[in-house]
């Protein structure tokens, strides 16, 4: 439960320090920290406009892509505690339950009938199809390391005490988890959150005819899916027997660290050519096959 409070509070500070590094890298005064809340606060209170040419899935999407997130949540353990729902294999339901938002949030777009919105969904899928090996490569490794399927016992196990490589385990996880926590939020370098060119956008073309309460709920679940990376770097570099109210304190400051990288590489890194992307993100999926075979030859079980 605690996991849980914890990934919802860091949810709501991720996108304004994310914002307030930027504006501070950049030179200007810019908005506070509360300001993505303030908006959403603002989106929640007008009403949704749908067109003609929309059916039922464009309206449900929203609230079955947010209901999504919040069950993966469900899945990611904090500390020495065990998720709230935890059993063997579960880090495969947690990838298909991010699978499933992304399912709807596409063809939402479809159900538009508008050009633009179609072009933006078939991006986001042709890019979260070519990062989802890395994802599960990656998942895959960590279950290779400690033997065992689910996240409570997979972290819980993680920092195997005498085990000399295990810094190695944490610099590779740590590094393709930050790459897909961008690729699979729509962020540099991949796509660029605030571009106004619809011919290079991919999300937020996505979702240019959601407005009201349905924009609020996708906004809220962009914020829970950093939060919900960040939860997952933060154990794969923080030992899950350190007392519980560090623990705390860690998983805020890992957080907080997050925030301010994503602040700083959309402040000072350029983004890919849109055909540069594929190759990039098939990189992620080779390190991350990289990270498998030097588990597999440090462990002895390469024969």
Known sequence: MIGLVLIIAAAFFFPGLIL?????????????IFQPIKDIVLLMKKGSVFSETT?????????????????????IPFANQNALV???GDFIFFSYLLAFTKFFAIIAA???????EGMGANREAFFSMLVEPAFIILLATFAMI?????????FSHF???????????????????????????SRLPVDDPKTHLELTM??????????????????????????????????????????????????????????ILVGLIESFRARNKMNLNPKFILSISAMAWLSFIIVLILTDKLI
């Open 20 to 32: 307030r590094t930027k504006s501070i890298a950049s030179g200007r005064k810019g908005p506070g």
């Open 55 to 75: 059916g039922l899935i464009f309206k449900i999407a929203p609230v079955v892509t947010l209901s999504g997130i919040l069950c993966s949540i469900l899945v």
């Open 86 to 88: 935890s059993f063997e």
């Open 110 to 116: 479809l159900d538009t009938g508008s050009s633009f």
């Open 146 to 154: 400690t033997g065992y399927t689910s996240f409570s016992d997979i």
């Open 159 to 185: 920092y195997i005490i005498g085990d000399p490589y295990v810094l190695i385990y944490s610099i590779m996880g740590f590094y393709v988890l930050i790459q897909i926590a961008m690729i699979e939020n």
């Open 202 to 259: 991919i999300h937020e073309v996505m979702i240019l005819d959601n407005s009201g309460f349905d924009k609020a709920l996708i906004h809220i679940g962009s914020y829970l899916k950093f939060a919900i990376y960040g939860a997952l770097i933060y154990n794969v570099i923080v030992p899950a027997g350190w007392n519980l109210f560090l623990q705390i304190l860690l998983f805020l400051a890992v957080q907080g660290i997050f925030a």
